[in-house]
T-cell receptor, first 118, second 119 residues
Framework: AQSVSQHNHHVILSEAASLELGCNYSYGGTVNLFWYVQYPGQHLQLLLKYFSGDPLVKGIKGFEAEFIKSKFSFNLRKPSVQWSDTAEYFC????????????????FGTGTLLAVQP | GAVVSQHPSWVICKSGTSVKIECRSL??????MFWYRQFPKQSLMLMATSNEGSKATYEQGVEKDKFLINHASLTLSTLTVTSAHPEDSSFYIC???????????????FGPGTRLLVL
């Protein structure tokens, strides 16, 4: 079964620092990959997604993620964080089907809480 | 576009009562809706998947008689927690996927969640 790991549970950065949040998944077949963000008191919002094509995906608010198939990874990056990026970030992967393709069920990582100090 | 709402946003009830939570897709037709449960400091746990007009598919360990899901239309799904107990207290989140403008069916859009407290 597919599983998703986010190794950083808490990250504390100063404004303008660069960010990289790790995400690894276990199943190596066809995957659709997502990063969601949950700002304090708000609902989950889609940051970016990868289905196919260019493995470097640009999302909203200056975020990007790179799909590296050989490493089963989909790390999230931002060159310069802002205080307003303080939030919890979730990586998610579609649940794969036994014979290829993927369902539209999402398997979530445990989340990474990012705190940006002004 | 792709807005999902939930009602109520929070509810407090007595043990033994039933609570209904609504999830609506406001600007697209949600062919599939999902119900999640989120415990403090933990990730989202998928409870069930519902397709419009079909019975919900429950994840392993989720009691279908306790968590009744109805997806009667392409814009509304309901989760009813029957005979609620304090251990059912949690944050319940729905999401919807469908042919929203510019997106494929695989993308899920999340509601704001419903916080349930059972006394």
């Amino acid at each position: 079964a597919q599983s998703v790991s986010q190794h950083n549970h808490h990250v504390i950065l100063s404004e303008a620092a660069s960010l990289e949040l790790g995400c690894n998944y276990s199943y190596g077949g066809t995957v659709n990959l997502f990063w969601y963000v949950q700002y304090p008191g708000q609902h989950l919002q889609l940051l970016l997604k990868y289905f196919s094509g260019d493995p470097l995906v640009k999302g909203i608010k200056g975020f990007e993620a790179e799909f590296i198939k050989s490493k089963f990874s989909f790390n999230l990056r931002k060159p310069s964080v802002q205080w307003s990026d303080t939030a919890e970030y979730f990586c998610a992967v579609n649940d794969p089907l036994p014979y290829g393709g993927a369902t539209n069920k999402l398997i979530f990582g445990t989340g990474t809480l990012l705190a940006v100090q002004p | 576009g792709a807005v999902v709402s939930q009602h109520p946003s929070w509810v407090i009830c007595k043990s033994g009562t039933s609570v209904k939570i609504e999830c609506r897709s406001l600007d697209f037709q949600a062919t599939t809706m999902f119900w999640y449960r989120q415990f403090p400091k933990q990730s989202l746990m998928l409870m069930a998947t519902s397709n419009e007009g079909s019975k919900a598919t429950y994840e392993q360990g989720v009691e279908k008689d306790k968590f009744l899901i109805n997806h009667a239309s392409l814009t509304l799904s309901t989760l009813t927690v029957t005979s609620a107990h304090p251990e059912d207290s949690s944050f319940y989140i729905c999401s919807a996927s469908g042919r929203a403008t510019g997106n494929s069916y695989e993308t899920q859009y999340f509601g704001p969640g419903t916080r349930l407290l059972v006394l």
